[in-house]
């Protein structure tokens, strides 16, 4: 077995073995989220759940899936406590490998994730799981996993193993996965094997009373700014609204999304928040019911640079949780932050939804 930390895992097993009550969690995107399955509990994630429940009997165990689709770990980290941690798991199956790309987020914002995760008060263990573009090989499998490696987090790779024996005809792409890339029934049946059987692997080799991990973790690879990323909702912040509104229909969920934000319809509409950080995200929705309002953001007051937050979504699978980065290693302080809608032919259609800041 490479060399993975796997004290904690290890720590999981003893505890379900000794039949005490344990909490399995998943964080990712669309394929942790359950997509294409038929039903959930033919998901990977509840799959890999069931093996728990089957395989020590004796313990109980509860669910918690914190997939959301079309989402990176630059959201990832930011909504990690209130979609996973705050159930206190004791193991975390994690994978955004589809949904980062290599730009100069990805890898700073995917180590924030791990090391918001190892560093939480249950201390859970840790699997890092790494989907496919079944149709390109395509993932950001080699930067998460030379994270992975610095921590001594275990990784099971679907491109290493499912992918390439779809590649060696052993299966029809067609045969696991309708589009490409969300596995059928079929498909996360084969994701749950490469996890159980990794997982069965270290029950096979388990030492009685070995030690439990210290819990101590090696510096950062990147700068870092991302672990203590926080998502700013009505909940956490009173920004001034000049004609946009707070939305007041509650959230009812981890998926009911396009909640706890703000809403700007007019030409002219304005919101205004002061931050106090280095990084800061715009969440906003983009949307399939076009066309929709447009918006424009200016930080501390730079008016001859500012960003332009289109609410038209290009694609027609759904509304998309859209993050926009409008600063990243500036220098840590208060800093204004205010968006506009414009004055253009879109005012008067789907309005403008801002769904939160994220600051790091």
Not at 135 to 156: C, E, M, R
Not at 249 to 262: C, I, R
Not at 298 to 307: K, L, Q, R, S
Request: aromatic residues 10%; hydrophobic residues 35%.
């Amino acid at each position: 077995m490479e060399n993975y930390d796997l004290e904690r895992i290890k720590s999981v097993i003893q505890r379900a073995q000794s039949g005490q009550e344990l909490t399995i969690a998943f964080l990712g995107g669309s394929i942790t989220q359950g997509s294409l399955a038929t039903v959930h509990e033919n998901t990977y994630a509840y799959r890999v759940y069931k093996w728990w429940c089957d395989t020590f009997p004796q313990a109980k165990f509860n669910y918690v899936n914190g997939g959301i689709g079309g989402t990176d770990s630059y959201y990832g980290v930011s909504r990690a406590v209130t979609d996973v941690l705050m159930y206190q798991p004791d193991l975390v199956v994690v994978d955004f490998s589809v949904n980062d790309v290599d730009n100069i987020y990805c890898e700073e914002t995917f180590e924030g994730v791990l090391r918001k995760l190892l560093c939480w008060s249950s201390r859970p263990a840790v699997v890092v799981l790494n989907n496919v573009f079944y149709d390109t090989g395509v993932s950001t499998q080699d930067i998460h996993n030379k994270l992975a490696d610095h921590y001594g987090v275990p990784h099971v790779s679907v491109h290493d193993t499912i992918y390439r024996r779809m590649k060696a005809g052993e299966y029809n792409r067609i045969d696991i996965t309708p589009d490409g890339l969300h596995p059928n029934d079929k498909g996360h049946g084969l994701v749950a094997d490469e996890i159980t059987k990794f997982l069965e692997s270290i029950v096979g080799d388990l030492i009685q009373d070995e030690p439990v991990c210290s819990c101590v973790l090696p510096t950062p690879v990147t700068a870092n700014a991302y672990e203590g990323a926080r998502r700013l909702t009505i909940r956490e912040v009173s920004p001034k609204l000049s004609g946009f509104r707070a939305d007041t229909n509650e959230k009812m969920g981890h998926l009911d999304h396009f909640k706890n934000g703000w809403i700007g319809t007019n030409a002219g509409d304005k919101i205004s928040f002061e931050l106090e950080g280095s990084c800061i995200g715009i969440q906003y929705r983009k949307t399939i019911s076009r066309p929709a309002v447009r918006a424009q953001a200016v930080i501390d007051g730079d008016v001859e640079h500012p960003v332009l937050l289109d609410g038209n979504f290009d694609e027609d699978w759904g509304d998309c949780l859209y993050i926009e980065p409008v600063l990243h290693h500036s220098e840590k302080k208060k800093h204004t932050l205010e968006i506009t809608v414009l004055d253009d032919e879109s005012v008067g259609t789907t309005p403008f939804y801002l769904m939160s800041i994220i600051v790091a």
